[in-house]
């Protein structure tokens, strides 16, 4: 157990829905990290905060976008979901910014958009 | 340009015996940390091992190991005494540290498919 959470495990949803995916990071973590796997495209990463403020963005489309709340936890809105969508989004959590920490990553939320 | 290559799609490597996984990777940043993960069937990602750019000495983790080669921009991981729940996809990672908006984050390869057979 890494100490991440991440809910849901599992979402069918149908195309143009709405869906909110929720992470909870290690106790004492203050970098949130969301990441998009799937087949085609590998591992991407998608967008970071640190301590409520966003830090870094990556392959992030203009149809998603996240949050980091004060109690830390963290959420990823994907909004006018196509097929395309449909991956592994994970989630991770690390203490601070700088490189030498582990990241650690929750189980992953499957969303597969129908 | 990759940040990260593993040029190995699929190894099979046999219960018991040892087995080299290759990373290589793209950086121009003097201060950087390697990372393998496991990933099961299941999905979950699950840390192995980390190498830090200034680390003397290679990381060691139970029966992983990161055969660290820095000149050849190499970070293989080596998994010792191989046991059929070994059998996962691995990706090595890696985090640049003094790179302004991308600090932070990890660059993944693509994977390698390891099957290890009794």
């Known amino acids: 157990d890494s100490g991440v959470t991440q809910t849901p495990k599992h979402l069918i949803t149908a195309t143009g829905q709405r869906v909110t995916l929720r992470c909870s990071p290690r106790?004492?973590?203050?970098?949130v990290y969301w990441y998009q796997q799937s087949l085609d495209q590998g591992l991407q990463f998608l967008i970071q905060?640190?301590?409520?403020?966003?830090?870094a963005k990556g392959n992030i489309l203009e149809r998603f976008s996240a949050q980091q709340f004060p109690d830390l936890h963290s959420e990823l809105n994907l909004s006018s979901l196509e097929l395309g969508d449909s991956a592994l989004y994970f989630c991770?959590?690390?203490?601070?910014?700088?490189?030498?920490?582990?990241?650690?990553f929750g189980e992953g939320s499957w969303l597969t958009v129908v | 340009a990759q940040k990260i290559t593993q040029t190995q799609p699929g190894m099979f490597v046999q219960e018991k015996e040892a087995v080299t996984l290759d990373c290589t990777y793209d950086?121009?940043?003097?201060?950087?940390?390697l990372f393998w993960y496991k990933q099961p069937s299941s999905g979950e990602m699950i840390f192995l091992i980390y190498q830090g750019s200034y680390d003397q000495q290679n990381a060691t983790e139970g029966r992983y190991s990161l055969n660290f080669q820095k000149a050849r921009k190499s970070a293989n991981l080596v998994i010792s005494a191989s046991q059929l729940g070994d059998s996962a996809m691995y990706f090595c990672a890696m985090r640049e540290v003094d790179r302004g908006s991308t600090l932070g984050r990890l660059y993944f390869g693509r994977g390698t498919q390891l099957t290890v057979w009794p």
């Open positions: 950086t121009s940043d003097p201060s950087y940390g």
């Open positions: 991770a959590s690390s203490v601070g910014t700088w490189g030498e920490n582990t990241i650690y």
């Open positions: 106790s004492g973590d203050l970098s």
């Open positions: 905060y640190y301590n409520g403020e966003e830090r």
